[in-house]
Every structure is written in structure tokens, then in C-alpha cells.
């Protein structure tokens, strides 16, 4: 069913591009440099629209029996599908990645985060947009909100279901993305999630579900507001100046982190699998408050006696994972990652280990300070 949606989908979002291109948007020969639309008035922001990928940029190939790719279409196509778009920014596009969010990795993170501040330093726009696939969306997110320097918006945008599906959510997801970074209102909040009407913050947001539209959520804060297609509510202030930004290292690579997955009668294998396998720092998806079996326990004990950087984060999807309670965090040299789910603890770990920072008492003030 996907691929026929996906097939049919981008035969209309081309009719759609070639019939009703704005006036000042043309289709772009080579989308790996940006491409810019002509001003609609010298006051109007400029939003550059970062593409990498994901079902909002789906395409199917008949010629296959499993040929879903979910990054086919380029970033300029993407916008010119979008109906009014070009009334609420100047925007320009550019191609960053072409992949499914599954295979997100290092070299991608770094080009955007590279390109991003350098749009930012050289004044190219006021602010992002970048559409991504929504299954590791959200530690994108969290990465880019850990090392960019900037208070202008960034926004990630995604979609769950093709546009020819009912109630296609692709093009009005795009729309209110680019109507958040275009906000005077979107300024000083970090980087922001932008999918079916609400707007989540890059640390707070998870997706919960597989195939439902509302699929993020924000388990222990709520959304940070709210975006139809005539107003950006913010329900939070905008944040205090951000102290707690990352140097992204040189090379294409952070350190290696691994996630274990704690479970019902569990050992310590996968643990001494990471150790074996020269993990730099291991999280730990615990049961219930961050929690593992005793020997799973006396096997993280022992990673973190040889220097590896071991934090404790929950299975669960909500709440907080707190320090000292089932375990001695103290004498065990852990580090507990208070709100963070395992995957974007597995971030800010590679991040501190990437710019020096391993002490347990460290490596949790920090956990803390981006709080
Ligand atoms: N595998 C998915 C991804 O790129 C495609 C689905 C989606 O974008 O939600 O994350």
C-alpha cells in the first residue's frame, strides 16, 4: 500500500510543481548548492529549507517488489508542492542527504551542523527549516541543539504519511514549519520539532508512535506550542542564552557509545560486548528508574572502573531517572540522565567524551546543566 501511495504521491507533487510554481521559484538543475526564491518584500525572513529525507521526500519504485526509498525527492520539489509557502518566508533550498532516517549518521549530523552555522555566520538566512525522516528525528534534533551557537529558529519537520494518503500531512507539516521559523516568536528557543499542528523542543521530544500523525510528543513537559495555519502560539518563554554548546571534533566521527537494552533475566554479556568492543561510554536503556539485574549491574561496574563513561537512562518513555535510589551511583562511578531517553543520552555522551569531558561527577553536571 506504501508504494502505491508513495508512487502516486510524487506524480502529483510534480504535476503540482511544474503547474503552480510561484512566481520567482524555478526548479533547480543541481540541488546540492542552495537555491534561492526572489524576495517577496526586502522585510520578509529569509528561511533556508535543509532537505535530508525521510517519507516527507518518499518515492517508490514500480520496478521492485521492496523499493520504498525514502529520500527521492529534493528539496526544491518539496517546496514548490506546498501551497502559499512562498507568502510567508523568502526561501532558498538546499540537498544536504537523500537518506531514510534509519541510516542517519556522523557525516551527515556534521555537514548540516556545519552548514547550518555557516548559513548563520554568513547571514544567509534568518532561519532553518530542515526535513528529516521521523524515526531518529529526534536525536538530530538534540544533536544540533547541543552544538549550534545561534538563537535564531531551527526547525525539524517530518511526515508520516504520503500526500496522497487522506489527510496527507507532508505539505502541512512543511507549511507550519516554515511559518514557526519564520516567527519573530521562534527566536532564542533552540532547535524545535514541528509535525501536526504542535511545536516540540529538540531536548523534551520522542516519538511514540509508528504510524500515527500526532507521534511526537513531549512525555514530561508538554509541547512548547502550537501552529495552524494562522497563528504560532508559544505556551513557554523563550530560553536563557544557551551555555551549553558542544565543538563538534575534527574527523567525521564521535566517540563510539553504545545503548544496551535492559530486560527480564538478564547478564552481563552485552555489557562486556561493548567493553570488547572499545566503547568509549555505555547506556544503559534500564527497566523501571534506570534499573538492571546485579550481575548486568557488576558488568557496568566494572566498564566504569576502566574508564568508560556509564549512564544509567530508562526503558520506559517518561519520567526521570534519579540518582541513588536501587543503585549506588556514587560507588558505582554512574551518571544518570535525569530526563534524556537512552538514544539522546547516547548523543550528549559522545558529545562530552568528544570535547574531554569523562568524570562521572562532569559527565553529570553537564547531564544536569542542559536541563
Ligand atoms: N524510515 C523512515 C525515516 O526516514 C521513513 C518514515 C518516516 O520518515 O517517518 O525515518
Known amino acids: 500500500m506504501r508504494n502505491a501511495f508513495h508512487a502516486k504521491y510524487l506524480a502529483a507533487t510534480f504535476v503540482l510543481a511544474a503547474a503552480t510554481l510561484p512566481a520567482g521559484i524555478a526548479l533547480a538543475a543541481d540541488e546540492?548548492?542552495?537555491?534561492?526564491?526572489?524576495?517577496?518584500?526586502?522585510t520578509t525572513p529569509r528561511v533556508a529549507v535543509l532537505a535530508t529525507g525521510g517519507?516527507?521526500?518518499?518515492?517508490?519504485?514500480?520496478?521492485?517488489?521492496?523499493?520504498?526509498?525514502?529520500?527521492?525527492?529534493?528539496?526544491?520539489?518539496?517546496?514548490?508542492?506546498?501551497?502559499?509557502?512562498?507568502?510567508?518566508?523568502?526561501?532558498?533550498?538546499?540537498?544536504?542527504?537523500?537518506?531514510?532516517?534509519?541510516?542517519m549518521n556522523d557525516k551527515v549530523w556534521f555537514a548540516l551542523a556545519?552548514?547550518?552555522?555557516?548559513?548563520?555566520?554568513?547571514?544567509?538566512?534568518?532561519?532553518?527549516?530542515?526535513?528529516?525522516?521521523?524515526?531518529?528525528?529526534?536525536?538530530?534534533?538534540?544533536?544540533?541543539?547541543?552544538?549550534?551557537?545561534?538563537?535564531?529558529?531551527?526547525?525539524?519537520?517530518?511526515?508520516?504519511?504520503?500526500?496522497?494518503?487522506?489527510?496527507?500531512?507532508g505539505p502541512s507539516n512543511l507549511y507550519e514549519?516554515?511559518?514557526?521559523?519564520?516567527?519573530?516568536?521562534?527566536?532564542?528557543?533552540?532547535?524545535?520539532?514541528?509535525?501536526?499542528?504542535?511545536?516540540?523542543?529538540?531536548?523534551?521530544?520522542?516519538k511514540t508512535n509508528t504510524t500515527n500523525v500526532q507521534t511526537f510528543a513531549s512525555p514530561n513537559s508538554g509541547p512548547i506550542g502550537y501552529v495552524d495555519p494562522a497563528s504560532v502560539r508559544f505556551l513557554t518563554p523563550a530560553l536563557q542564552p544557551d551555555s551549553h554548546k558542544?565543538?563538534?571534533?575534527?574527523?567525521?566521527?564521535l566517540p563510539r557509545v553504545e545503548i544496551v537494552y535492559a530486560h527480564a533475566n538478564m547478564d552481563g554479556?552485552?555489557?562486556?560486548?561493548?567493553?570488547?568492543?572499545?566503547?568509549?561510554?555505555?547506556?544503559?536503556?534500564?527497566?523501571?528508574?534506570?534499573?538492571?539485574?546485579?550481575?548486568?549491574?557488576?558488568?557496568?561496574?566494572?566498564?566504569?572502573?576502566?574508564?568508560?563513561?556509564v549512564v544509567r537512562a530508562s526503558r520506559v518513555g517518561s519520567g526521570f531517572v534519579n540518582r541513588n535510589v536501587e543503585v549506588n551511583d556514587d560507588t558505582s562511578g554512574f551518571v544518570v540522565s535525569l530526563d534524556l531517553n537512552p538514544q539522546k543520552a547516547r548523543v550528549l555522551t559522545q558529545l562530552l567524551i568528544a570535547n574531554g569531558v569523562t568524570s562521572p561527577a562532569q559527565v553529570q553536571k553537564a547531564f544536569a546543566a542542559t536541563w
Open 32 to 42: 546540492a548548492a542552495t537555491a534561492t526564491t526572489a524576495p517577496t518584500s526586502a
Open 55 to 103: 517519507t516527507i521526500a518518499g518515492q517508490a519504485d514500480t520496478r521492485a517488489a521492496n523499493a520504498y526509498n525514502a529520500g527521492a525527492v529534493g528539496a526544491q520539489q518539496l517546496v514548490q508542492a506546498v501551497p502559499g509557502i512562498e507568502k510567508l518566508a523568502r526561501l532558498s533550498t538546499g540537498q544536504v542527504a537523500s537518506i531514510g532516517s534509519q541510516d
Open 114 to 169: 556545519r552548514r547550518i552555522q555557516e548559513i548563520f555566520d554568513r547571514n544567509e538566512a534568518d532561519a532553518v527549516v530542515i526535513t528529516h525522516g521521523t524515526d531518529t528525528l529526534e536525536e538530530t534534533a538534540f544533536f544540533l541543539d547541543n552544538v549550534l551557537r545561534t538563537d535564531k529558529p531551527v526547525v525539524l519537520v517530518g511526515s508520516m504519511r504520503p500526500s496522497t494518503a487522506t489527510s496527507a500531512d
Open 177 to 206: 514549519a516554515v511559518e514557526v521559523a519564520a516567527s519573530p516568536a521562534a527566536r532564542g528557543r533552540g532547535v524545535m520539532v514541528v509535525l501536526n499542528d504542535t511545536i516540540q523542543s529538540a531536548r523534551a521530544t520522542t
Open 246 to 253: 558542544y565543538a563538534l571534533p575534527s574527523g567525521e566521527q
Open 269 to 309: 554479556v552485552q555489557i562486556d560486548n561493548a567493553i570488547a568492543n572499545k566503547a568509549r561510554g555505555i547506556v544503559l536503556a534500564g527497566v523501571g528508574d534506570g534499573n538492571t539485574s546485579k550481575s548486568a549491574l557488576e558488568a557496568l561496574q566494572r566498564a566504569a572502573k576502566q574508564g568508560i563513561v
